[in-house]
């Protein structure tokens, strides 16, 4: 039954907030600058001005649309939840109808901006990640396997080969390479928020690592992902994508970031996996930032 506080706000009237609130902007606004980066990468100079306006704008809207049909397929999850149940759907704010139109509105919106102003291949993939996100990911891994995450992580990993594709209309290697670099980091970062919140996922009936392997478990694979994420972000160097810069921040957040995840599999702090968590967002900015940096500013070995 939907409390008093919820009737209450199912009575008020939507405002813009709610529906920004539905685009999950910091998720989204990561994902862009992932994207972002691809686009200046793929380009020795400075890149094409269709490819990195209207490429990234609709990349963002597909990502955008991607999260509002989050909020609806995660309605009842989203109610369960301590971490979400203030989301405009759970609260009664938005109703699943006003949702699905204006994720209709994003998901058209980019698509057209993708087709007509940057390239078809672009579009396609963009719409693969969408798809991949808010139906495969949501509807079918989240429920279905402690792997969901892993799996999953393919379409987050997308963007920066979406803004490569929207300059060079090609699937490149180093692009791969940044897809490899966020896949490889998604573990991780979703596991740490998942030991920080295993009793509500457990309640909500999700199949999060540790929920189903237990915490110890999970820290130990949060530990080896790591592990495989400092091995991986070290590819574009030892490929010469990048140069001495990329370097250095690489090494330098990767330290940081094996240091919470050994202390995250000796000690039992309650604060700690959250800290994990924030410290992986920063990780993976810096780390994007430093790519872009080494572009503009190369000191080769």
């Known amino acids: ?175 791969l390479l940044l897809f490899l670099i966020i896949f490889v980091w998604t573990p991780p970062h979703f596991w740490a928020l998942a030991i920080a919140r295993r009793d509500e996922y457990a309640k909500a009936g999700i199949p999060m690592l540790p929920v189903t392997h237990g915490v110890e478990y999970t820290r130990l694979h949060v530990l080896l992902y790591t592990v495989l994420l400092f091995i991986v972000t070290l590819l574009p160097f030892l490929t010469r994508m990048t140069g001495l810069i990329y370097l250095a921040a690489a090494l330098v957040l990767n330290t940081g970031f094996l240091y919470y995840a050994f202390a995250l599999k000796i000690t039992a702090r309650e604060e700690l996996p959250m800290r994990v968590f924030k410290f992986s967002v920063k990780y993976l900015m810096w780390l994007f930032a430093a790519l872009l940096i080494d572009h503009y500013v190369p000191i080769k070995a």
């Open 1 to 175: 039954m939907a409390t008093e506080t919820q009737i209450s706000a199912a009575a008020a009237s939507p405002t813009w907030r709610h529906y920004f609130e539905l685009t999950k902007p910091k998720v989204v606004a990561l994902i862009t600058f992932t994207a972002i980066v691809g686009t200046l990468l793929a380009s020795p100079g400075w890149p094409p001005l269709d490819a990195l306006i209207l490429g990234n704008l609709g990349i963002a809207l597909a990502s955008a649309c991607a999260a509002a049909i989050n909020h609806v397929l995660d309605r009842r999850i989203d109610e369960q939840m301590a971490r979400t149940r203030a989301r405009p759907l759970a609260t009664g704010h938005l109703k699943e109808r006003q949702a699905l139109a204006f994720a209709a509105v994003l998901g058209l919106t980019s698509m057209a901006i993708l087709a007509f102003f940057v390239n078809l291949l672009t579009a396609v993939l963009t719409f693969a990640s969408l798809i991949g996100y808010a139906v495969i990911y949501t509807v079918w891994l989240k429920r279905a396997t402690s792997q969901n995450i892993v799996i999953g992580g393919a379409a987050g990993a997308a963007p920066p080969v979406l803004g490569w594709t929207a300059v060079t209309h090609h699937v490149d290697p180093h692009a």
